[in-house]
């Protein structure tokens, strides 16, 4: 790894943490998964976080050995990937949002080398390692629009998320779903965020929303929460648990949990079954891939009857008796009647 470290990219292996474990499970664990992490710095960092920390998870329980490369220069990404490839892992994890092409085209030439990665385009038929995953968490922002719309005193509700993104606009309507059987008059106000945030547009966005009634904003766009918080509006958070930042004003936040994707892959790998699939899936409740952070205090500030509904709609998820309508539609501003 002399190339990476001359590039001054961050680099953790937690290889002897793992060994040690499996030393110690040998019999439940035949063999240890060789991973490696690649994290280009312009991807959102809250995604990497989220990927990062369940195969460090993976790597403390002794299911592999896993290296790690982070910040790792735009670039440099097709290099940096090569490199990889040729360092016999037995698994390739990261997010390739901005390198869709580019890595499928390094998969073409390392067709036995296993890739997964965060993606929107499907996957090539003949790249047969090579598996993708999103963040399909709509599940969890359905419910967030559930408690949202019972604790809202106005009846006014906005929603803060990404143009041009499918898993976006997923999330925005499953909010607005659940936010209108709770109250089909609910007003939901909607704000689509093109490139980076910019603090003194968010502003007036914010203060738009305020004067409209607005209190209490889905952030779906992670880092939006920074700014609503500061306007002392009342918000539910995305992928990462915000509360302990912004106590009295972070409702809850929808959780995105890695691990069972990653389980499954390992799993397929040891079972030699490895192959080209979208495991999105597992980014669903049922397969506790996606959560509702707990409500804390605020739990007592929402009808006992929208907790019910909440906590009977979870169960009838898990249990494949009520299915989150899927919309890929760009969200729009409903105005009840």
């Known amino acids: 790894m002399k190339y990476l470290s001359k590039r001054e990219f961050i680099t953790g292996t937690l290889g002897l943490m793992a060994s040690t474990r499996v030393a110690r499970t040998q019999s439940i664990r035949p063999y240890e998964l060789k991973v490696a992490g690649l994290y280009p710095e312009a991807q959102q960092l809250a995604i990497s976080d989220t990927i990062h920390n369940s195969a460090i998870k993976s790597a403390i329980r002794g299911d592999i050995k896993y290296d790690f490369y982070r910040g790792v220069p735009e670039r440099e990404f097709e290099t940096i990937l090569r490199e990889i490839s040729e360092q016999d892992y037995d698994l390739i994890i990261g997010s390739i949002f901005n390198h869709e092409e580019l890595a499928r085209a390094v998969a073409l030439d390392y067709r036995s ?92 966005k914010l203060e738009f929303q305020k004067a409209f009634g607005v209190d209490l904003i889905y952030a779906e766009r992670v880092g939006v929460e920074k700014y609503s918080t500061e306007n002392e509006i009342l918000t539910i958070g995305n992928i990462h648990n915000h509360a302990k930042q912004y106590p009295d004003l972070m409702v809850s936040s929808t959780l995105w949990h890695f691990q069972p994707t990653l389980n499954v892959a390992l799993n397929r790998l040891r079972n030699n079954d490895f192959k080209a699939e979208n495991l999105r899936q597992y980014s669903g409740l049922k397969h506790g891939g996606c959560s509702l952070a707990s409500l804390g205090s605020f739990i007592n500030r929402v009808p006992p009857d929208v907790i019910e509904k909440a906590a009977r709609r979870i169960n009838e998820i898990k249990n494949e008796n009520y299915e989150v309508a899927t919309i890929e539609l760009l969200p729009v501003t409903e105005l009840g009647q």
Do not use: C, W
């Open 113 to 204: 080398q296993s890739f997964l990665f965060g993606s929107y385009q499907p996957t090539p038929e003949f790249l047969t390692s090579f598996s993708i995953f999103e963040n399909y968490t709509h599940d969890a922002s359905y419910l967030a629009g559930i408690i949202a719309s019972g604790l809202s005193e106005t009846k006014v509700l906005g929603v803060f998320g990404t143009l041009y993104s499918l898993n976006s606009y997923r999330n925005l309507n499953a909010f607005t779903q659940g936010a209108k059987e709770v109250n089909s008059q609910i007003n939901i106000l909607v704000e689509l965020i093109d490139g980076a945030i910019d603090p003194a547009i968010m502003a007036e």
